[in-house]
């Protein structure tokens, strides 16, 4: 059972940047394909980003593309979520999820989540 908990979250204006991080509980965090979701109120889970276990891959729908960046740190335990120029739009929580696939797009494809981090980006 891999435990995630997410971290980073806030309040920032509009164009401006987050970096959301995400620590695994478990050493095998390094054999898991890594993702990132986001769900704003009344509306469904949204696929933001995914990294491979090695990190050496990335995938990201055209909606955060060039602004969002997905890294891991396999010897922290550690996700990262890098946005920039951040809208109104983005808006959300933001979860964190791992995944035997890569790549993984798919709510239905992640194993383990986290709780959560709230993002509200103010216009």
């Known amino acids: 059972q891999v435990q995630l908990v997410e971290s980073g979250g806030g309040l920032v204006p509009a164009g401006g940047s987050l970096r959301l991080s995400c620590e695994a509980s478990e050493r095998t965090f390094s054999s898991y394909a890594m993702g990132w979701f986001r769900q704003a109120p009344g509306k469904e889970r949204e696929f933001v980003a995914a990294?491979?276990?090695?990190?050496?891959?990335?995938y990201y729908p055209d909606s955060v593309k060039g602004r969002f960046t997905i890294s891991r740190d396999n010897a922290k335990n550690t996700v990262y979520l890098q946005m920039n120029s951040l809208k109104p739009e983005d808006t959300a929580v933001y979860y964190c999820a791992a995944s035997s696939r890569f790549p993984a797009s798919m709510f239905r494809e992640y194993d383990y989540w986290g709780q959560g981090t709230q993002v509200t980006v103010s216009s």
């Open positions: 990294i491979r276990w090695s990190g050496s891959r990335t």
